[in-house]
């Protein structure tokens, strides 16, 4: 078992930077693939960001591509979403996602998920 909690989010100007954090605790965290999500309202959640168990491997949406950065510190059971040049449709709760194994995917068959941290950016 995994529990995810998300944090970071809040209100921010567009062109503006935030941090998400998600934080895992339960079995080894360093074995696991970790995604982000967001949903918007009104709109099905999508993939942001993928990061593979040893954080060689990211994977970033198009949409994010450049602005959004992910990465992983195992030693603190901690993946981050760096956000920068945000926009107002980068608004959504955000979700951090974990499957055991070795591929990032883009899907939502992810086993284990946080509770989603608000990010509201205003024009």
């Known amino acids: 078992q995994v529990q995810l909690v998300e944090s970071g989010g809040g209100l921010v100007q567009a062109g503006g930077s935030l941090r998400l954090s998600c934080a895992a605790s339960?079995?080894?965290?360093?074995?696991?693939?970790v995604g982000w999500f967001r949903q918007a309202p009104g709109k099905e959640r999508e993939f942001v960001a993928g990061i593979s168990w040893g954080g060689g491997n990211t994977y970033h949406a198009d949409s994010v591509k450049g602005r959004f950065t992910i990465s992983r510190d195992n030693a603190k059971n901690t993946v981050y979403l760096q956000m920068s040049s945000l926009k107002p449709e980068d608004t959504a709760v955000y979700y951090c996602?974990?499957?055991?194994?070795?591929?990032?995917?883009?899907?939502?068959?992810?086993?284990?998920w946080g509770q989603g941290t608000q990010v509201t950016v205003s024009s």
């Open positions: 996602a974990a499957k055991y194994g070795l591929v990032i995917i883009t899907t939502a068959d992810y086993r284990y």
């Open positions: 339960g079995r080894t965290f360093s074995s696991y693939v």
